[in-house]
């Protein structure tokens, strides 16, 4: 499994946004942690920057994936 680290802008999103949300967006993440290939279908590579995108319903986590 990597290891996942949030920069303080993602922490204070995270608080801000409804806990429902919250949650479900940090289990995306580290389930994508876990087994990339589990959110195939919901990360795509960003154009014009680095980084990828995970879609978490209408949420949208930008995250590198340095392994």
């Known amino acids: 499994m990597r290891s996942v680290t ?8 995270l608080r801000k946004m409804p806990v429902g949300a ?5 289990g995306k993440i580290e389930q994508y942690a876990a087994d990339p ?4 279908n919901n990360v795509m ?4 920057r680095e980084g990828i995108r995970l879609r978490v ?3 949208r ?5 340095d392994g």
């Open 6 to 13: 949030y920069t303080r802008v993602a922490l204070n999103a």
């Open 22 to 26: 919250a949650e479900r967006i940090i």
């Open 37 to 40: 290939s589990s959110q195939a």
């Open 45 to 48: 590579a960003l154009k014009g």
């Open 57 to 59: 319903g209408d949420w």
């Open 61 to 65: 986590v930008i995250m590198n994936d």
